[in-house]
């Protein structure tokens, strides 16, 4: 029990001083870093094949009709040890919300695991992007391999065309380094792919096209994306990053770096966690 309560205490300690420190800054995804590293994520836009630890045709683009609920997998690719991440998953609110996301899959694979997910719990969410943060805070290895982070459950909600893209993508290892980051910020710099969902229309034939989602206006800069550039559809291709965390010099950025930016709510719970679990070690 006393080392879940180190973990735990360790998890809060590190939402707490990352949320009161953290600003956002802009930045673009280096192509030639992002071949360096041999890890890839990104979108999914049809789930089916795809398993908790396997991964079947990724596919960039799916159809549906306005009003349906649909999945699409948030995948990682050759990652070795990942035992925490954290995105923002960017999408156009006038075309499409989420309602529900699942995220006991890749992590949750290898027996023992303890996942933790500090991801906003009151869905719908309709703002245009929505922060996922996993970690599993058991005392294994992380997972090997390829497989799905999470699922999300949208909902259609208007017709049109919308990116489905990531951002402010973390990977963490349970040595507390991050996976995939070469310029020292803590930061993903592998390739990172998006999908697009089409309502009321089919997919395009060819390469997709691009899009200027028409946000709600009252998204704050901060949670804004960047300008979406075409989708491709493998998830080899690169797809600009948005707004990304300033460098933190002398190590400790993981973990946990998979809770860059949590809100404070997500700090509350956290340390209320430690309390407890203090309050059970004391009585036993």
Do not use: H
Request: hydrophobic residues 45%; contains cysteine; negative net charge.
């Amino acid at each position: 029990m006393g080392w879940l309560l180190g973990r735990v205490v360790l998890v809060g300690a590190s939402l707490g001083l990352v949320a009161l420190g953290m600003s956002m800054s802009g930045q673009s995804l280096d192509v030639s870093r992002a071949s360096q590293v041999s890890t890839t994520v990104g979108v999914d836009a049809d789930p089916t094949g795809n398993e908790a630890a396997s991964l079947g045709q990724i596919d960039a683009c799916v159809s549906v009709a306005a009003g349906e609920t649909f999945d699409v997998d948030v995948v990682v690719t050759d990652v070795t040890d990942l035992s925490g991440w954290q995105a923002d998953f960017l999408y156009d609110a006038s075309v499409v919300s989420v309602v529900a996301m699942n995220a006991e899959l890749f992590l949750a694979a290898e027996p023992g695991s303890n996942l933790i997910d500090l991801s906003p719990g009151n869905l719908p969410d309709t703002a245009g992007v929505y922060r996922m943060l996993v970690a599993d805070i058991s005392q294994s290895v992380g997972e090997d391999g390829s497989g799905v982070l999470a699922r999300l459950t949208l909902q259609a909600v208007g017709q049109g065309a919308s990116d489905l893209n990531l951002r402010q993508m973390k990977l963490g290892d349970s040595a507390a380094k991050a996976i995939g980051d070469i310029d020292g910020d803590n930061v993903f710099d592998g390739p990172v792919s998006k999908a697009r969902v089409y309502v009321d229309e089919p997919c395009p034939s060819g390469a997709l096209p691009s899009l200027t989602p028409a946000l709600p206006p009252a998204l704050s800069p901060e949670a804004t994306p960047a300008s979406p550039t075409a989708a491709s559809p493998t998830p080899a291709t690169v797809a600009p990053s948005g707004p990304a965390a300033p460098a933190t010099e002398g190590g400790g950025g993981f973990p946990w770096a998979i809770v860059c930016g949590a809100s404070a709510g997500a700090v509350v719970a956290a340390l209320a966690l430690a309390l407890v679990a203090g309050r059970l070690l004391r009585r036993g």
